[in-house]
Structures are given as C-alpha cells and as structure tokens.
C-alpha cells in the first residue's frame, strides 16, 4: 500500500513554471509542453496533464503582467467587485482576457493568503491590499508608465 | 512473526494480514465491494469513491481501495450512509453519462450498468447533464467516445504505466476533467501504437477497436468472393470466454465449427503461417549469425511493437527480424499459393483473420502489406468481434461440434500454438534452430525459462557446443528496457523475443473483455497443455510447410519468400 512518487514527476512543476516566467507572453506553448516532456523523461500527456491542471499555468498567450483579482469570500465582503469593475474600466477587459497592446491579462484567483489586507489582488509576483478603486487604478498606472519607458 | 491483524468487518471478527486494503480483506471474507476504477492488475487509484467502507473513529467515510487495515479497526460496509452515499455516486456518474445502453458497444458487459444493477438504482435524482463531445474515430484501429468516459483513469494507467507508451492522460480540473491525448488531440494525431489495451481496460463504451464484422458479411453474402479465414493461435483458448465460459478452455474444433456455422468457404489457420515464420525467422538468425548481420535479432510477429520501435526506437530498426508476422505470411501465401493451389483467381479470394489484437487491422492496412498484388489480408476481427457475430447468429459454443481446419493451410504444430504465450516464438525457434544447427534430435523440447508472466526473462541455450543467449520481453514498459539496454550496448544477446501486450497475443488487446492477469495465465497454460498433446511440435516438422517449400517457395529466405514473406520497417517517429 506504499505510495511512490517519481523523481522526473517531482521536478515538474518547478520547471513548467520557469519555462512560463522565461515566455514573453506568459504561457506554455506546445512546443514548450513537448520540450519539457522530452526534458524530463515524461510522455506529453502527463507533462500537459500537469500544466492544464494548475491555474497559474496558462496555456494560450497572455499579456505582459498577470493582474489576479482575489475573489474569495473577506475580499468580497471587502469591496472586490468594485475593484475588479475599476480594472475592467481602465483596461477595456473581463477576468481571463487580454488588453489589445498585450500588457495585462486579467484572472480571478481563489485566495492570495492576503485577506488582512483585502480587498487584495496580485500583479505578477506583487500583492496589493486595503485597495480603493481609485489606488487600484494608479497602480495599474505605474506598470503602463514602466512600459512607455523601457 | 506473525503478521496478521484482527480486524471487525460488519460485526464479524476476523484476523487479515496486515498490509491488504479494507476492499481485499472483504473480498477474501464474502464480500465484493463495487468498485469502477480498482483493477485487480493495476495500482490503486481511488478516483471513483464507489468502495467507500465506515471506519469506526473516522470522521469521512473512507475508500476501501486505497485504505490500509489495521489492529482493532472496526468497518462497516452496508450502513445506511454507505449505501446511501454509494448511491449517490453512482447516480451522479449516471446524470453524467449518455443513456444509449441498447445500442451501446457494451451492452450486456459494462461494469458501469452492471454496477447499476447491482445497486438496484431504478431512478436517477441528479440533473442530466451530459457533455458532447465528437467522436474521434481518426485512428484505424480505436474509436474514442469521451461522452461515455467515467474519469476512472483505467486506460491512462495501462497506457502509461504498463505499457509506458503514455498517449492517454487525464487533462484539466474538476468538471472539466477529461481523459484524452494531450490538447485533447485525437488518436490519429499521437503516436498510438494501436495495442488496444485502453479497451480491455475501460469499464464502459468510451473506447473500443472499430468494429468491422458487417465487411465480413457483406463478403460472405457476396457470391464472387471466396472468403476465407485464419484463426490466430491465442483465439482457441480465448473464444470461449466470450460465451461466458471460463478461460482456459481449449476450443479448437467448435471454433471452427462456428466459423463454417457463419458461412466462410475455408477455414485456415494461422498456426500454418507460424509454422512457416518459424522457418524463415530461424533460418534469416541462422543467417545473420554466419553472415555477421545486426544482433540481437528482435522478433517482428507483434504489430503494436512494430508500431512502437518504428515510433519510438527508430535507430534501433536494423535489429528487427525481416520476416512478415503469421497473419501477414498467411495473406500474401492465400492470395498466391492457396489461389494456384485452388484455381481460384486471387482478386475473388476475401481474406478475414481472427485475432487477439486492435493492431493487426493497422498492419492488415499497411501499404507493405500488399505483396500478393492485393490487399493481403482484407480484414483483421478482434476475439470480441467474432463473439458479435457468433452470438448474432445464435450460436451456442459450448455444445458446437468439433470441426477440422481444411488443406492446404490448416496443419500446424505444438511449437505455432505457443505462439500465443509470451516466450512462444522464442521457443518454437529454439526447437527448429537447434535441430537445424546440430543436426541431432532435440531431447527436450520445453524452454522452461522463457515461460511465464515475468517480464523480462532470459536464458542461454548450448547449441552444438556454442551458448546462445536469448531473451524474452512483453508488454511495452519491459520492451523498453531490452531496447535500452541495446542501446547502451549492455544486451549481448542474440534473439530476442518482444511482445506488446502483457501475457504475449492471449493478453492482447483484441481479447475478451476481463482479460486479467490470472486469465492470461489460465489462457497461457491451455496453450502449453495443446502444445504438449500434439503429435507433431516442431516447425520443420510440418508436412503442410514441407509441401508448401517443396511445390512453391522453393527454400526458406528463397526468392519466393522474399518477396512475399519478408517486409522492412521504417522510421515513422513524431
């Protein structure tokens, strides 16, 4: 009754989300998945099985900057939807689209360990709490003023 | 030290050893619990929550698949919370499945009706809410019906880890689960290698060889066509079962009869063809010996392990013997040999096979597989589908006559039966090559060691005075670790044998549903019981093979059976 868990099934993760952070559009192409597979000794299958069960893998193109809108139940106590509608405002896009030029994909996600701080919501690897939707949009501001600068 | 537990099952005490599941101390205590995605060869998956027991402390009910007994544990398996939630379950996957049971493949051996039955579920509460998802009947061999999946992960388990060739898979999360190749790709565009064991493992309709029994009729209804057929030598102590009759039996003549019942114009065997493989496989080692070719030699009978060293270890190809498999021989020599023999003109000839296999109807479509100037063999049945038919025509197996294989093609020998068995070829070639080599008797004509369900097995022979090492590996995983270990140069073997399904053809994925383990060794043991009760039991020895080199092929490797009999494989890798 022993359970056994595969050394290459152990590394797959970490390297399915470095090969994601390394793609420009933030998502796993087939190629990638196939590469991968390849990598690590696993059949496609399992490696895509693996990428299309966890939401933080994408696997169509998304834009420069993942902006994830909690919308568990104290950040929707705490004002998330006027957040999430303020983003929507600004950026032209629903929850799982993307903004014309590329930049932003929009995406509901189910926790972000931050409810002391709700309503919250990440932008990449940066979580933002006590959100107005009016700090919600300057924000957004400072990652459009990055992209005209670079 | 003794290593049992004392354990309390429905009020009954009872000492289990202690490192069985809650589900196997019931079975070995009167009580089967339902199960949909617990198979007795595969891991434990606990996908399905049909087995869930009461456990005595435990807050949850529990699977009894993948829960351990232990001392003092007291289970309870019919309270009314357990029936009522298994219940559920199954009306749960029940709202989620197409409700087409008359018209389904399945009808009359899905677990998952059986199951309902069983539960005497007579009404179902949930909302339907099926899915429609296409058909994929892209592949030659396989039809692909997602809306009938269960998510039971049987399939996913054989493909990946029994046979480790790893095209289905489960995909996404939570309602959005499905079972299928990566991106949701169909059959035809992953590297299946076609061996069906998918099939034998799912408990419903999902996924099924594409059933081609009304070709048959059409051909046998036609009065131009002259149809024969050819029985592979796993079918006689396979067929049975698909009349409910328990594995193991040997059935030879009341196959035949039932194949004469439905109209066919001959009845041929396959065993003929192996007899004949044998001939020229040990005389192209033989061969490769003197000459000094590629060695190892790897055998070359077993379609889905073509498909998987063309797909997979193309630069591994120059090992695999040139020699046609049985089913291949029989067709080009039927549409040649058997056409002169009989006067009857080729393109009137309709050649059908019996096999245990889904990939024989890949290799039957091959484009080498047209030597005779025809399609060799028109069309290759599954065991299961030969069941369809008999059983469509009312036939009562078990008090069918015993009929006889007629000429020219239907003699054959002890050492073309175990071609069946895992370890069959290897040994029907030992016998033949031993004899030819030496030119002495061979005193014992059984290869013990090549026998048996152990996946990689192996031995070293002494022929006239030189050991020579062989080896034999079936179902897929254990094919891959021979072809490593050439690859690495470690294998310093000279033949070796490579089946793709576990078991060898009695295991193959063409064979009735239930196909486990246990009946794979009943299956095995039948055909080394016909081996031994046959007067003749080597190759060589056939008069019907004699007479086919002396009035046609003139000798094996000969320039006849070059072009009919041996073929060339190719790189087909993704």
Redesign the interface.
Known sequence: ?TSKINVQDKSLLPTLLKKQKDSPFNFLS?DD?NSIAKELK????????TA??Y?EISLSPRGKHIIRVCCNAPCENAGKEAIREAITKELGIEIDETTEDKLFTLESVNCLGACFMSPAMRIDDEIYGNLTPEETVKILNTYKKEHVDE | MNNNVEITLNGNKISVPA???IMEAAKRNGINLPSLCHHPDQR?KAHCRVCVVEVEGRKNLVPSC?T?VADGMVIKTNTARVRETVKTIVELILADHPQECLTCIRNGNCELRQLSDKLGLTNIQAEPSVKRYPIDLSSSTLVRDNNKCIKCGRCAEVC?HVQE?????????STEICI????GKKLSE?SCVHCGQCVLACPVGAIYEKDETSKVWDAIQDPEKHVIVQTAPSIRVSIAEEFGLPAGNVSTGKLVSALRNLGFDKIFDTDFAADVTIMEEGNELLQRLKTGGTLPMLTSCSPGWINYIEQYYPELLAHVSSCKSPQQMFGALAKTYYSKVSGIPAEKIFVVSIMPCTAKKYEAQREEMRDSGFQDVDVALTTRELGRMLRSTGTDFSTLPEGQYDEPMGDSTGAAAIFGATGGVMEAALRTVYEVLTGEELKKLEFEEVRGMEGVKSSTVDIAGSPVKVAVAHGLSNAKKILESIKSGKADYTFIEVMCCPGGCIGGGGQPYGSTNARRQERIEALYRLDKDMELRKSHENPAVKKLYDDFLGCPLGETSHKLLHTHYSDRSA
């Not at chain 1, 696993?42 to 099985?49: A, C, D, E, G, Q």
């Not at chain 2, 299928?180 to 991106?183: I, N, V």
């Open positions: 009754m087939e998945v696993l059949s496609r299958s399992r490696v895509y099985s299309s069960f939401s | 490192y069985i599941s434990v993948s351990q990946h060739v790893g095209i289905l898979y489960s995909h996404n999360r299928s190749p990566e991106y992953v």
